[in-house]
Structure formats: structure tokens, C-alpha cells
């Protein structure tokens, strides 16, 4: 099919209306419930963050008819309030998954998959299937509208796009037929949030970093309420993806490459390509952190020896990641200063952010002596293949001592992956301070055999 001559929309919508589990390699399908596993205990270890609490008790405050529940909270919403509160928390902690450079589709795929299946009491291979399509519509969509690197540095947005995923999410669960979905999509595609990304506090003397973070909470509420409007006869445009007046010029983008759209779909799955996340902060921090344990691993560096700390990388380290103050935990997850002294400090970002070590006098320190740099490789990577963001760290003692590390691919890509056992500690980790360790362990048997599950409302019970 030559996509360019067709409807991408058309495509992806009778793909999103078709597809069910059976259609779905169970490799994609044992896949999927890690990333489900992950995004839940993101979302729990969010709620203990300032801006979760805030958000929590808002739409608490608001009642309604008791729909979906809230992770961590186990109380039960207004079905687009839950999935609001939920994709929301799941990006909190900066903690979720991510796709090469582009962004964390989990945020918009699985909460309101997981939220309209406990609404309908659909069973778990329906909630895996949902989830599925979530990823490889709003993955493909993202890919085919990248703009340019010019362009890239002067506008883009993460939710603008990802709003599909929760469109076809919610939209297959509600066995929306393939004109429905069109419809849905073309409601989805107009909800969607502006491509404010480079307002988000990436600028240093724009912070602190907005609490909004990337508006996932709106998007994914916004893609359901398509769905759900859809499904009652409610009629949006059925092309908005397509031509050149398609939704990749409302996002921001100046280029669109309509064949990535439909490419490999349903074959091909970029899901399993997704990347876990082993630090609490921006993907674009992780490999410079791999770097740095790399040298502190080989050798006994004392913090108070330390002369300097020079880091090389892609052009966001240098101009957006380089605030070595940071004020919130916000601004600490984009503060390449910070998370190297955290870690010199013994303090893991693995383990997660904490208040506390905001006002370290120790990791205040060493962060000073950190400076950050362009390395025009390493920015030709970053945008030529977006997987690979090289970064390298070397660190210069007063004994006139030198320690130097690169890394290429950051721990938890698919060139690096993480372990199962990994990814079930993480969610035991986040998740047992909010809701107890045995619950935690509940959520975490029952995810792992979802397909088994006759009623996904029964996800979160005691």
C-alpha cells in the first residue's frame, strides 16, 4: 500500500478497531505486561511527589459516579478523571518508559486502558490487546510527524501526539468500528495539547520546571473523551492525519513521512522496542549516569578530591540538562549537576529522588565543579538514531589523576536491556512505601498473569 496516495488515518483506525489478543505474538503479549507492570508502579510512587498530592486531592474534591480507580489510592473516580489522575502520576517521578528520543508512550497507552477496562469489567486479555494497539499507533504516528532538527530545537510537544495511543486504547475496548475510530481520532486529534515542550522550564532561566510536566494527564483524558463521544455518533473529521494539512502541522513539525504511519503495522512491533527506565529522571540524563557509575565502579574516587567534572553530549545536555541548583525534584530529574554528585555521593538515582538531598551540603558541592558541553557527534547520533544519545563523562582529581568513560546505549534500551527481576523490584520499590507490601505483591501477581483475569476491576481490590 502506498500510504502517501491513501488514508494513514484509515489504516491505523481499522487496525486500532481490529486487532484483538489473539492477533498479538504472545512474545509482544508477555512484553506488555511488564510496561503495565512498570507504568502502575510509576503511578503509585508518584502520588508521594508534591504535584501528585495536589492533583489527587483536586479531582477528589470533585465526587462524581465512581468508575475507575486511582493506583494509588485504590478510591474510584469519574472514569476521564481517573485516567487523568493516572497518566498524570504515571510521568511524576520521571520514572516511566521511553521510546529512542521521542517519548513515554506508556503515560498515554495504559492508564486508560487499564481505567476503561475496569469501567466495562473487560477481562485482562482485552486490557493487554488495548494496551498493544495504545503503543503502535501513537509510536508510529510519533515517528512519521519528527521534525527536523532545526525545527526540534524551536517547537515540540509529547503529548500532542501520544493522544492517539489513548484514543485507540479506549476506542478498542469499546469495540469502536473502523469509521467510529475515525471519528474518535479525528475528536482525539483536536483535544490534543499544544507542542509546548520547550515551555516546560527547559530553559534554565525558565525554571523551575512546570509542574504540568508533559500534560499527559489532558492528553490521555482527551483522547478517551474522542472514544467515548465516537461511540455515541458523535462525528470528527476522519482524515485529521493525513495530507499536508494533516495533524502533523497542528504539532508543530515540518516534515511528515506518511509511509512510517502504516509501516510494519501489526507485523513489526515497536512496543518490545521501548526502553525501561533505571533512573528517576529525563531519559536524556541516563547515559551520562551510566557513564559516571562506569568510572566510579573501577575506581575509589573521593567527592573531596574531586577538581572537576566535565560532561559531553548532545545539544539538550548542554542547553537544557546544565542547572546545577536545582529547587524541586522536577528540576533535579533535568540536572545533569545534580544526578553525577548524587550518584559520587552514593546516593543512586535507581533509588529514586528525594527532597532531602535537594539541601545536601555534600551534593551541592561537587555539583559546581560539574560543566557541560556540546559534543557535535554526539548531537548527529541523537537525531540521525534517535536510540543512541552518547555521553561522556571525565572526571579530574588534585592528585592530577583523569578518569574517563563513554557510553552509547543507556541502561534499559534494547541494546541494554534490563532484567524481569529488575522491573519487578522497581515496582515493588515505588509502589510498597504507598500501598504496603502486600498489596504491592498483589498487584504484582495479578499483572503477571493478566490474561488469566476474568475482570480487571478486581486489579486493584484487597
Known amino acids: 500500500m502506498n500510504a502517501i496516495n491513501d488514508s494513514p488515518t484509515r489504516v491505523l483506525c481499522e487496525y486500532a478497531a481490529r486487532t484483538r489478543y489473539e492477533d498479538i505474538p504472545k512474545s509482544v503479549i508477555q512484553a506488555t505486561k511488564l510496561y503495565i507492570l512498570d507504568c502502575i508502579g510509576n503511578a503509585i510512587g508518584g502520588a508521594n511527589l508534591d504535584p501528585g498530592k495536589i492533583v489527587i486531592e483536586l479531582f477528589e474534591a470533585m465526587k462524581g459516579i465512581p468508575e475507575a480507580s486511582v493506583f494509588s489510592t485504590g478510591k474510584k473516580l469519574p472514569l476521564l478523571h481517573a485516567i487523568y489522575v493516572n497518566a498524570f502520576l504515571s510521568n ?7 521510546y529512542a528520543n521521542m517519548g ?27 494496551a498493544v494497539i495504545g503503543y503502535e499507533t501513537s509510536l508510529r504516528i510519533g515517528l512519521a510527524i519528527a521534525a527536523s532538527p532545526e525545527r526540534y530545537k524551536q517547537v515540540w510537544g509529547l503529548s500532542t501526539w501520544q493522544i492517539f495511543g489513548a484514543t485507540a486504547a479506549s476506542g478498542n475496548l469499546l469495540n469502536l468500528d473502523a469509521e467510529q475510530m475515525r471519528n474518535a481520532f479525528g475528536l482525539g486529534g483536536v483535544n490534543a495539547p499544544v507542542p509546548y515542550a520547550r515551555k516546560l522550564g527547559l530553559k534554565l532561566e ?19 473523551l474522542g472514544s467515548l463521544l465516537a461511540q455515541k455518533g458523535f462525528l470528527g473529521n476522519r482524515y485529521i492525519l493525513d495530507g499536508e494539512m494533516g495533524f502533523w502541522v497542528m504539532a508543530g513539525s515540518d516534515r511528515c513521512d506518511f509511509e512510517k504511519m502504516v509501516e510494519g503495522l501489526g507485523k513489526n512491533y515497536l512496543l518490545p522496542q521501548t ?12 547515559s551520562t549516569i551510566d557513564a559516571c557509575i562506569k568510572i566510579l565502579d573501577k575506581n575509589r574516587i573521593e567527592a573531596d ?13 548542554a542547553h537544557s540538562l546544565a542547572e546545577k541548583t536545582p ?33 545536601d551540603p555534600s551534593v551541592q558541592s561537587v555539583a559546581q565543579k560539574v560543566s557541560v558541553e556540546i559534543d557535535k557527534e554526539a ?11 552518547k555521553s561522556t563523562v571525565i572526571i579530574e582529581t588534585s592528585d592530577n589523576e583523569r578518569f574517563e568513560e563513554s557510553v552509547l546505549y543507556a541502561k534499559g534500551s534494547p541494546e541494554f536491556p534490563i532484567t524481569n527481576e529488575e522491573i519487578e523490584k522497581k515496582f515493588l520499590a515505588l509502589s510498597s512505601p504507598v500501598v504496603g507490601g502486600l498489596k504491592s505483591e498483589k498487584i504484582l501477581e495479578r499483572v503477571m498473569s493478566l490474561e488469566t483475569m476474568d475482570d480487571v476491576s478486581e486489579l486493584f481490590s484487597d
Open 275 to 286: 526502553s525501561f527506565k533505571p533512573y528517576a529522571s529525563c531519559r536524556w540524563t541516563h
Open 305 to 317: 578530591t574531586i577538581r572537576s567534572i566535565k560532561v559531553k553530549g548532545m545539544y539538550e545536555l
Open 104 to 130: 513515554h508512550p506508556g503515560a498515554t497507552a495504559i492508564p486508560p486502558a487499564i481505567s476503561m477496562a475496569e469501567k466495562m469489567r473487560a477481562n485482562g486479555e482485552q486490557l493487554i490487546a488495548a
Open 379 to 389: 548531537d548527529r547520533l541523537y537525531f540521525e538514531k534517535g536510540g543512541i544519545m
Open 206 to 224: 525558565e525554571r523551575p520546571f512546570a509542574w504540568s510536566k508533559n500534560n499527559y494527564g489532558w492528553a490521555a483524558m482527551g483522547g478517551v
Open 327 to 359: 529547587t524541586y525534584i522536577y528540576d533535579a530529574q533535568f540536572s545533569i549537576p545534580y544526578l553525577i554528585s548524587l550518584c559520587i555521593a552514593g546516593h543512586s538515582p535507581a533509588q529514586g529522588l528525594s527532597e532531602d538531598h535537594l539541601n
Open 92 to 98: 511524576v517521578l520521571d520514572f516511566d518508559d521511553t
